[in-house]
T-cell receptor, first 115, second 115 residues
Framework: AQKITQTQPGMFVQEKEAVTLDCTYD???????LFWYKQPSSGEMIFLIY??????QNATEGRYSLNFQKARKSANLVISASQLGDSAMYFC????????????FGKGTRLSVIA | EPEVTQTPSHQVTQMGQEVILRCVPI?????FYWYRQILGQKVEFLVS????????KSEIFDDQFSVERPDGSNFTLKIRSTKLEDSAMYFC?????????????FGPGTRLTVT
């Protein structure tokens, strides 16, 4: 079974508008971390935002916020005031447990920002 | 800001040849990882390394793969006899600690092309 599901292969958004990228996850471990990474066409992986399973508040980092709905096992990324430079692949990832576990990634969503 | 570096940025090799991909993690980090991303697909975990030992490895990381930290700064991934299906982007990552919430800092990747 997929641990991380990103159901939107591609999304379009108008410049300056907000966009939500969906991510659902599957784990039975009560302790986990959720991450979003941006991958521009140049290929590098850029960390955007982190949400811990015990965090009471939704994470925010500048124009990025994470809509964390624990009961629904969703961790959607919200990008406000989209910019042309936001066009990229976006990956949701999860680490389970407290020990040495790897990041498990979703298949990604390609975001295109239109002027 | 410290960053993970990887060399070369692009490696072309013939099937059956050995390749060594090099990474310099962030200097005060203790945990090291290799991931790969086949073109157009999701990022997949290969191996994690701590205290000069492999901590965890995936099914992908078979006997053709090995990792080494030959000195205090480099972290290498060796593929003994490359196959066409090894063509991918290989990412090195490092983290200071290994709790679920600790960010893994990714390098820019090495694009391996096996012909």
């Amino acid at each position: 079974a997929q641990k991380i599901t990103q159901t939107q292969p591609g999304m379009f958004v108008q410049e300056k508008e907000a966009v939500t990228l969906d991510c659902t996850y599957d784990t039975s471990d009560p302790s986990y971390g959720l991450f979003w990474y941006k991958q521009p066409s140049s290929g590098e992986m850029i960390f955007l935002i982190y949400q811990g399973s015990y965090d009471q508040q939704n994470a925010t980092e500048g124009r990025y916020s994470l809509n964390f709905q624990k009961a629904r096992k969703s961790a959607n990324l919200v990008i406000s005031a989209s910019q042309l430079g936001d066009s990229a692949m976006y990956f949701c990832a999860m680490r389970e447990g407290r020990g040495n576990t790897p990041l498990v990634f979703g298949k990604g969503t390609r975001l295109s920002v239109i002027a | 800001e410290p960053e993970v570096t990887q060399t070369p940025s692009h490696q072309v090799t013939q099937m059956g040849q050995e390749v060594i991909l090099r990474c310099v993690p962030i200097s005060n980090h203790l945990y090291f990882y290799w991931y790969r991303q086949i073109l157009g697909q999701k990022v997949e975990f290969l191996v994690s390394f701590y205290n000069n030992e492999i901590s965890e490895k995936s099914e992908i990381f078979d006997d053709q793969f090995s990792v080494e930290r030959p000195d205090g700064s480099n972290f290498t991934l060796k593929i003994r006899s490359t196959k066409l299906e090894d063509s991918a982007m290989y990412f090195c990552a490092s983290s200071r600690q290994n709790r679920a919430g600790d960010e893994q800092y990714f390098g820019p990747g090495t694009r391996l092309t096996v012909t």
